[in-house]
């Protein structure tokens, strides 16, 4: 279909909706955080209700044309990348809060709605929104909702799904759903409530959610310590978890620390360089703080330790593993998302560590990642000089390794951003061929024509 036959089927049977075929809006709106795909979308669509995107679908299956839902655009496996001409829907539009319930501790909230916006909000009420991660700021529920986000206080508070008590979405087929209602008990049958949260959009369109709060944590202490060896990072969170009531516990590596420091001009919270860093955050308790860093320096684990003495201390901590991600965005770096179980971290990362010697020896690799519920992200940094599509071809080779690891250890190729293009591949490392088989005939229930984000995570 060329510009001018889009530009009349909107025009006859789209009218009304908002819509651009501005390059810029195209590319903006055809593209997420990865950068190995060219955007390629045919219009972007900015609806103003349900009822509009509804009306996007129907006409999309009548043309059997692909669209793609289109959040904050802040995924790292091109989940909501447009290569082949696709329609966009953008859910900026959808951006309200509403129906706040103080006795349910509960409120509605529209796809386009920002996680910041949310976590203010709830602040605002006396209640707390406690998923949290490095793109809250721009990262939109839906798109959370769809890869069933994360961050750095699973830990503690679990993932997205543990705090969506209904969706409405719009089915690939056009229909709307109306998904649990917000109810906190329901045993009537099957919650399909539960399969569109991380369906990465390949089922429909979460267009509006019932989202729980809850109540405020009590005042939170961050601690960052400098540590000895990969070892010494399980044992300090051993420690820290029996002694704490730990919230978060990240970890990073001293080229991550090194890039944050470049990239925001921070000076060097210790002195010198230390092989590994955690941050942890947890209720105040300054003794047993003071214990686990004491009993950590006795058995050699810890090599220098900061105990924030204010909020502005504790945010900027926090600045040195949260500033990771755009202080090596400009690298193009290939992102493995992965996880395996807390108690087998350790066996791993160090055969982790053995493969990267072995097959990035060129590569800078940049660890980081949530080990207190066993996710790593390990991002290779491309080099300067290297051309995109070559770096991306030695690192799907390196997959194979990487992967083949994850398998052994019966982890995941994706722990948090989803599967998308880019972990497409790679699924049958982490999903048998029987689990791929039934999400296949999954998708065909829902978006019977493949309309919706054809291509990702399953055909």
């Excluded at 969506?164 to 049958?189: F, H, M, P, Q």
């Excluded at 108690?343 to 590569?363: G, K």
């Excluded at 790593?376 to 997959?399: G, R, S, Y």
């Amino acid at each position: 279909m060329n510009v001018d036959e889009l530009s009349s089927l909107i025009e006859t049977e789209l009218s009304g909706l908002a819509w651009s075929m501005q390059p810029q809006d195209l590319i903006k709106f055809g593209q997420d955080w990865t950068r190995f795909h060219e955007p390629n979308a045919s219009v972007v669509f900015f609806p103003n209700d349900i009822d509009e995107v509804q009306k996007i679908v129907l006409v999309a299956n009548k043309h059997k044309q692909v669209v793609i839902p289109s959040g904050g655009r802040t995924g790292y496996s091109a989940g909501a990348v447009a290569t082949l001409g696709e329609w966009i829907i953008s859910m900026v539009r959808l951006n309200q809060i509403s129906d706040f319930n103080l006795v349910d501790q509960t409120l509605r909230v529209g796809a386009g709605v920002i996680t910041e916006q949310l976590q203010n909000f709830a602040e605002e009420q006396g209640l707390f929104y406690p998923v949290d991660f490095a793109s809250s700021g721009s990262s939109h529920i839906a798109g959370n909702i769809a890869t069933n986000a994360g961050g750095i206080r699973v830990l503690r508070y679990g993932l997205t799904r543990d705090y969506v008590l209904g969706l409405t979405v719009v089915t690939g087929a056009g229909e709307i759903l109306k998904l649990n209602k917000g109810l906190v008990k329901n045993a009537s049958g099957l919650d399909f409530r539960h399969l569109f949260v991380g369906s990465e959009g390949i089922l429909g369109i979460v267009v509006e959610a019932e989202i729980k709060l809850i109540r405020t944590p009590p005042n939170q202490a961050v601690m960052l310590l400098a540590l000895s060896s990969l070892e010494a990072v399980m044992s300090i969170f051993a420690l820290a978890r029996k002694s704490l009531i730990l919230s978060s516990f990240e970890f990073f590596s001293d080229r991550s620390l090194n890039r944050v420091m470049q990239h925001r001009e921070f000076d060097n919270p210790f002195e010198g360089i230390h092989p590994f860093y955690v941050l942890l955050e947890f209720d105040e308790d300054e003794a047993a703080a003071m214990q686990v860093f004491e009993s950590g320096m006795e058995s050699e684990w810890v090599t220098d330790g900061i105990i924030a003495q204010s909020i502005d201390q504790a945010q900027q901590l926090w600045q040195y593993r949260e500033g990771i991600s755009e202080s090596i965005a400009h690298f193009t770096p290939y992102k493995n998302d992965i996880s395996v179980k807390i108690s087998r971290v350790p066996d791993f990362m160090q055969q982790l560590e053995d493969v990267l010697a072995s097959e990035y020896p060129d590569f800078e690799t940049i660890w980081f990642g949530h080990i207190g519920d066993g996710n790593l992200h390990l991002n290779i940094l491309k080099p300067e000089k290297m051309d995109t599509d070559e770096f991306k071809k030695q690192c799907e080779a390196v997959n194979v390794h990487v992967y083949g690891l994850i398998a052994e250890f019966e982890g995941s190729i994706s722990a948090e951003h989803g599967v998308g293009l880019i972990k497409k591949p790679f699924l049958p490392y982490s999903k048998s061929a029987a689990e791929i088989k039934l999400m296949q005939a999954v998708k065909q229930v829902f978006d019977p024509n493949g309309v919706l984000n054809k291509g990702k995570v399953v055909e």
